[in-house]
């Protein structure tokens, strides 16, 4: 069953950047590589719905942003480490949040991305993102 671990989280002052990682481990027979799963990364600030900030396919691109962290987030995956990161630059404090991983497989290294928390079947736990002075 495919595990996820988020890291990197933590308190960084407005305009600083933090870089988040989520290594995937215990591949289903169905999907035993990396390259079967697309990724995205979603985050849920206090009394706010869990929201999408970026999605990147199992081939590597297409990638996709919200409108409010485009220009500011970078995803990227690297299969030789089975993780996917998330650069955070310029950081505001409406990014404050719990950050969530989340991946579901595809065809091996698909185009194909999921803009949907629904449409995901596997989660980590989440790491705690603070932007604040």
């Known amino acids: 069953q495919l595990h996820l671990v988020e890291s990197g989280g933590g308190l960084v002052q407005p305009g600083g950047s933090l870089r988040l990682s989520c290594t995937a481990s215990?591949?289903?027979?169905?999907?035993?590589?990396?390259?079967?799963?697309?990724f995205g990364w979603f985050r849920q600030a206090p009394g706010k719905e869990r929201e999408q900030v970026a999605r990147?396919?199992?081939?590597?691109?297409?990638?996709d942003y919200s409108d409010s962290v485009r220009g500011r987030f970078t995803i990227a995956r690297d299969s030789a480490v089975n993780a996917v990161s998330l650069q955070m630059n310029n950081l505001e404090p409406d990014d404050t949040g719990v950050y969530f991983c989340?991946?579901?497989?595809?065809?091996?290294?698909?185009?194909?991305?999921?803009?949907?928390?629904?449409?995901?079947?596997?989660w980590g736990q989440g790491t705690r993102v603070t932007v604040s002075s």
């Open positions: 989340a991946a579901e497989p595809t065809s091996f290294r698909s185009t194909r991305t999921y803009a949907h928390a629904e449409e995901y079947t596997t």
């Open positions: 215990g591949w289903p027979p169905s999907s035993p590589h990396f390259d079967y799963f697309a």
């Open positions: 990147i396919s199992s081939y590597g691109i297409p990638t």
